[in-house]
């Protein structure tokens, strides 16, 4: 792909996606009310785990706390029983209780706004780290998962080769304007059409785009 392209690509897309489902974190963002502890919360909630899981540990949860400070009167097998069947249930209930009573000793019960403080809160990465940046406070950031790092080096967009490097790669690269919404349309994109293993080609709107890197088999 053409750097130049990647204008009429984004609009192809934001055209296509609208035949399916939204994504994980689109429903995490409506679930969470924009707040950015919610957010961080859910978002944590929702890795490794299907959709309508973590839609249901969501409302479970928040339902018996909301804030840092009601969220620290839960006992951990409190919170484990309510998040319980989301991947690493256990291990997510012990980082959510750490992560509150972080909040609390150290930000004043607010949930900071920067990538980097974010990333040092127990289980939370760059891709929960830009999510509550952007869906919480409406700050720029990129959020990659295994969808963006694969379509974008199909693309030949970047040459990277893991998530946090196409961050990086996508930042110095993508226009600013599509830095939030990337993640919503490629994971869209790759769940319904461009898969992992043997994408549908043939029905791809932007496959003259596309340089195919590593598709070996095709539909």
Known sequence: MQVKDIHEVITILQEA??????????????QTRSDPFRI?????????????????????LFSLA??????????????DQAIYPVGFHTT?????????HILIEEYNSRTPDDIDTLITLPGVGRKTANLVVTLGYAKPGICVDTHVHRIS?????????NPDKTEYALREK??????????DLLVIYGQNLCKP?????SRC???????????????
């Not at 293993?197 to 080609?201: L, T």
């Not at 709107?205 to 539909?219: A, M, N, P, T």
């Open 205 to 219: 709107r932007i496959r003259s785009f596309c340089d195919r890197v590593g598709v070996e088999k095709y539909r």
């Open 197 to 201: 293993v043997s994408p549908f080609c």
């Open 174 to 183: 993508l226009p600013s304007e599509y830095w939030i919404g990337i993640n």
């Open 17 to 30: 996606i609208k035949q399916w489902p939204e994504t994980t974190l689109a429903m995490v963002a409506e």
């Open 92 to 100: 997510k209930a012990k980082n959510i209780l750490a992560i509150c």
């Open 153 to 161: 080096n199909r693309w030949g967009y970047v040459k990277t080769k």
């Open 40 to 60: 961080l919360i859910g978002t944590v909630l929702s890795l490794r785990t299907k959709d309508e899981t973590t839609a249901g540990a969501c409302k479970r």
């Open 66 to 79: 909301s804030t840092p400070a009601s969220m620290v009167t839960l006992t951990e097998e409190t919170i």
